[in-house]
């Protein structure tokens, strides 16, 4: 059983800042990509940033240039960095980790961030 646990999100005001991180229990093999998806209140789940196991990463056009995904192999930590916060980055952001072979997904429990405008 692996958990991925997600802390770092808050109330911040438009314009500041929050770094989330999502740990998981024990380092999982065969990881080929992680990445962070968002929900807000009637919306689909969107994702955010991923990066892949060869380090390239991809941003939603919403988030370019403002939020900073990396990853901690040491730690099995992935962290979101988010920077010029808006109103509309209001979610629950969720963690994912996903394995080609064998083919598995690890989902974290998801973290409230409220931006308040």
């Known amino acids: 059983q692996v958990d991925l646990v997600e802390s770092g999100g808050g109330l911040v005001q438009a314009g500041g800042s929050l770094r989330l991180s999502c740990a998981a229990s024990?380092?999982?093999?065969?990881?080929?990509?992680w990445r962070w998806y968002r929900q807000a209140p009637g919306k689909d789940r969107e994702m955010v940033a991923s990066?892949?196991?060869?380090?390239?990463?991809n941003y939603a056009d919403s988030v370019k240039a403002r939020f900073t995904i990396s990853r901690d192999n040491a730690n099995n930590t992935l962290y979101l960095q988010m920077n010029s916060l808006k109103p509309e980055d209001t979610a629950v952001y969720y963690c994912?980790?996903?394995?080609?072979?064998?083919?598995?997904?690890?989902w974290g429990q998801g973290t409230q961030v409220t931006v308040s405008s």
């Open positions: 994912n980790f996903w394995r080609l072979r064998p083919g598995r997904d690890y």
């Open positions: 990066i892949t196991r060869d380090y390239v990463i």
């Open positions: 024990r380092n999982i093999f065969g990881i080929n990509v």
